[in-house]
Every structure is written in C-alpha cells, then in structure tokens.
C-alpha cells in the first residue's frame, strides 16, 4: 500500500497568491483529515470529511481556507489569498471510520509563504 | 480551550534508561487515547493506543498507563534506544465523532 499521498511535498509562495494542496487518501478508507503544524500551535485538526462530506470544519481558521472531496480518493485545501502566517507543515490523514480509529498520516506539505 | 497537556516539553534520556511522557486532559467525554510517533520530516504515526475499560497496555517496549479518575495517561517506553529519538504526542479522540486533538508534543533524545 502506497499510504496517504501528498502533493507537493513543498510549496514556496508569494503573499496574495492561492495556494492549493493535495491528498490521496489510503484505498478503502472513508475518512480524511486536513492538519496543520506549526511551533506556536502544534498539531491542529482544520477540517474532516466522511464518506466525502465535511462532518466538522470548526478548525478551519478563517474564509481564505476552503477544503474539498469531490470523491473518495482526492481532496484539496485551498488557500486564497495567502498570507505569511499561513506558513506551516500541511498534513492529510486517513482512516477506515466505520472500524477502526487509527489515523494514517501523509508525509506533509511545508508550505513557506513569503 | 486546551483539553490536553502533556509534559514534558522536552526529555533526555540515556540508552537502557525508560523515558516518561505525560499526559492530562480536561473533559471526560473522550473514548480512544492514541500516542502518535513523528520523526523529522515525516508525518506522525500511531505507537500505541489504548481505551478507557483497561489501566494499562503494553506492546513491546511501550506501554500505556492509564488513570480514569485522574484524567491522566502516560507512555512508558523501556529500555530507550536511540532509534527512539523523535517527537511524541498524546492524543485524545472525542465519543461523539473522530476528531483527535493532540498534545503539544515531547521531543524525546536517547543519547548512545
């Protein structure tokens, strides 16, 4: 098994550019979680899907940030306009809900906006 | 509001020695209590985890602790070796749902 897979593995952008991260979930898991992590705030749940639906984006910081499963193997985190404090390591993971509540991660995208 | 506090920050233990990380959280509506592993560079990934019918779980060198009635649980990792040099986190997952909130992390170094 290939695990989650995350694209790109590193992102250098320009303040008010958008910014889009990618996921590829584990094949036959229902859930899919979007973290960020920086020093200040540790690890941080920004949103979950379940069998493609957001179930809780109380974690989303603000409107720049959108995320979407448009089906069960591929999901985006938007971020549009960015901004320098945005700059964090992106992480997606995933899990098979319905049995287990092991959380697989992908290996993150450090995101730098400059 | 922060529901889980782990301690310590920062740890340094020698090879053979046990290394101690702790964990408190504030809210008893929680289910599932992993200990997340993340090396430099890479994501976290789960150690162990453990359920609140039992007080302690053990696989291999690592082992949970568990204390219902003082909120609290705790990784034991025995005979530490320096391959175990890395970030640990604790973890907490709510009843009603999945979501996981996580400690603040303990950069743990076993020196040779």
């Known amino acids: 098994d290939a695990g989650v897979i995350q694209s790109p593995r590193h992102e250098v952008t320009e303040m008010g550019q958008e910014v889009t991260l990618r996921c590829k979930p584990i094949?036959?898991?229902?859930?899919l979680f979007w973290y960020r992590q920086t020093m200040m705030r540790g690890l941080e749940l920004l949103i979950y899907?379940?069998?493609?639906?957001?179930?809780?984006d109380s974690g989303m910081p603000e409107d720049r940030f959108s995320a979407k499963m448009p089906n069960a193997s591929f999901s985006t985190l938007k971020i549009q306009p960015s901004e320098p404090r945005d700059s964090a390591v992106y992480f997606c993971?995933?899990?098979?809900?319905?049995?287990?509540?092991?959380?697989?991660f992908g290996p993150g995208t450090r995101l730098t906006v400059l | 509001q922060q529901q889980v506090k782990q301690s310590p920050q920062s740890l340094i233990v020698q090879k053979g020695g046990i290394s101690i990380i702790n964990c408190a959280y504030e809210?008893?509506?929680?289910?599932?209590f992993p200990w997340y592993q993340q090396f430099p560079g890479k994501g976290p990934a789960l150690l162990i985890a453990?359920?609140?019918?039992?007080s302690e779980k053990k696989e291999g060198r690592f082992t949970i602790s568990f204390n219902k009635s003082a909120k609290q649980f705790s990784l034991h990792i025995m005979d530490s070796q320096p391959g175990d040099s890395a970030t640990y986190f604790c973890?907490?997952?709510?009843?009603?749902?999945?979501?996981?909130?996580f400690g603040e992390g303990t950069q743990l170094t076993v020196n040779p």
């Open positions: 993971a995933s899990s098979y809900s319905t049995s287990s509540d092991t959380q697989y």
């Open positions: 453990i359920r609140p019918d039992v």
């Open positions: 973890a907490v997952k709510e009843t009603s749902g999945s979501r996981l909130t």
């Open positions: 899907f379940n069998n493609n639906v957001p179930i809780d």
């Open positions: 809210n008893t509506a929680f289910d599932y």
């Open positions: 094949s036959g898991h229902n859930s």
